[in-house]
């Protein structure tokens, strides 16, 4: 196990080594890898002991680093997503044939968010992919706040933590559908 905290250029050589990195968002820690990892993604539903049917939310530098793989999003929907982004909203969009099988799902939505704040915008400053973002906890259990009893639960020798401070909100990001605006989660 990685006990010692890792530094932004640390955090991005671990996160491009295919291994997990425990990391600050606006009101919880999420444990992330790179998405375009099919092995890193295969693991983290491993290490989470999370059904493969439940997807995780991709974190973001901006919606143009992940257009590629979207269907065309209307001028209204992009000037809703303006709106909210960057922030602590997660957007269902739907993907289109090019994301890589790993990532998709029976929705044929992706779970989204360019966050605002500064220790993922800071990430992003310097790691160009997409990061996938889940709580850290095992799931259907509650997310833990305290990175050494994160490290502890998982024990897991690819895991380490993106020294950095977490956000003041309490909950976690709000979930949308950009297709219907519902609120999928508040």
């Not at 809703?80 to 044939?97: A, Q």
Request: proline content about 6%; some cysteine.
């Amino acid at each position: 196990m990685h006990n010692l905290p890792l530094d932004i250029d640390s955090s991005i050589e671990w996160l491009k080594d295919g291994k997990f990195l425990l990391h600050p968002t606006e009101g919880i820690w999420g444990i992330g890898c790179d998405a375009l990892n099919q092995k890193a993604i295969a693991n983290l539903y491993t290490l989470k002991k999370r059904p493969q049917n439940k997807s995780f939310i991709l974190l973001v530098k901006s919606i143009k680093s992940i257009e590629k793989y979207l269907i065309d999003i209307p001028k209204k929907d992009r000037d809703y997503l303006k709106n909210i982004w960057p922030g602590h909203s997660t957007v269902l969009i739907k993907y289109n044939k090019k994301l890589p099988l790993h990532l998709q799902n029976n929705t044929g939505k992706l779970a989204i968010r360019v966050s605002n704040h500064l220790p993922i915008k800071t990430l992003f400053k310097r790691f160009s992919g997409i990061l996938v973002s889940t709580s850290a906890n095992i799931s259907d259990h509650p997310p833990m706040n305290n990175p050494a009893q994160i490290l502890e639960t998982f024990g897991h020798k690819d895991l380490a933590y993106y020294d950095a401070e977490l956000g003041t909100s309490i909950k976690p990001s709000t979930i949308i559908d950009l297709e219907t605006r519902k609120i999928i989660r508040e």
